[in-house]
């Protein structure tokens, strides 16, 4: 089974800061990682698939990178509504599996 | 509008069975593959299972294999979730997910969710 990790576990960050979390695959995933938004007491909705692809209607400061086992997902200036846990996923093999999720606090 | 609504939680024993079910509409239900994804209290988002267009592949976790079933109803464009001999550890939010495209893929579309309590 491949695991996900995630880092870090928690953040806290300004409005208009730039913030990256990271996301390890423990095998060669190629690109197939995608990135969620989950926030209190809703379905998680999903921001970037296949590594580096915008899903749509998702506003551009979201984006993703990497390949193989190392990925990134920044958002590049930091909003209020950006509040939230983020999930790192893998559909490279199944099992499908989750990042432990990150929570991101605005300061 | 492209939706999945779940229904079937609640509070059940320990040993006890639960079927949920997610009902689908907007799009056509019967071109893709369709999961469940559940989340305990507090944790992080866990994939339970998957069942292909018609049913005939059917996948599941290590956690709940032998104790869980997936299946389809096309007509209905409906997915269920068969949970028997519930365990304390099964207590979740249950979500039903489908992936971007009928290749598979990220998940796109979500549920809102339907809470399962496995309690004494």
């Known amino acids: 089974d491949i695991q996900m990790t995630q880092s870090p576990s928690s953040l806290s960050a300004s409005v208009g800061d730039r913030v990256t979390i990271t996301c390890r695959a423990s095998?060669?995933?190629?690109?197939?990682l995608n990135w969620y938004q989950q926030k209190p007491g809703k379905a998680p909705k999903v921001l970037i698939y296949a590594a580096s692809s915008l899903q749509s209607g998702v506003p551009s400061r979201f984006s993703g990178s990497g390949s193989g086992t190392d990925f990134t997902l920044t958002i590049s200036s930091l909003q209020p509504e950006d509040s939230a846990t983020y999930y790192c996923?893998?559909?490279?093999?199944?099992?499908?599996?989750f990042g432990g999720g990150t929570k991101v606090e605005i300061k | 509008e492209v939706q999945l609504v779940e229904s079937g939680g609640g509070l059940v024993q320990p040993g006890g069975s639960l079927r949920l079910s997610c009902a689908a509409s907007?799009?056509?239900?019967?071109?893709?593959?369709m999961h469940w994804v559940r989340q305990a209290p507090g944790k992080g988002l866990v994939w339970v299972s998957r069942?292909?267009?018609?049913?005939?592949?059917?996948t599941y976790a290590d956690s709940v294999k032998g104790r869980f079933s997936i299946s389809r109803d096309n007509a209905k464009n409906t997915v269920y979730l068969q949970m028997n001999s519930l365990r304390v550890d099964d207590t979740a939010v249950y979500y039903c997910a489908r992936p971007r495209t009928t290749s598979g893929g990220a998940f796109d579309i979500w549920g809102q969710g339907t809470v399962v309590t496995v309690s004494s």
């Open positions: 907007g799009f056509t239900f019967s071109s893709y593959w």
């Open positions: 996923q893998q559909n490279y093999n199944i099992p499908l599996s």
């Open positions: 095998q060669n995933i190629n690109t197939y």
């Open positions: 069942t292909n267009t018609d049913g005939s592949i059917t």
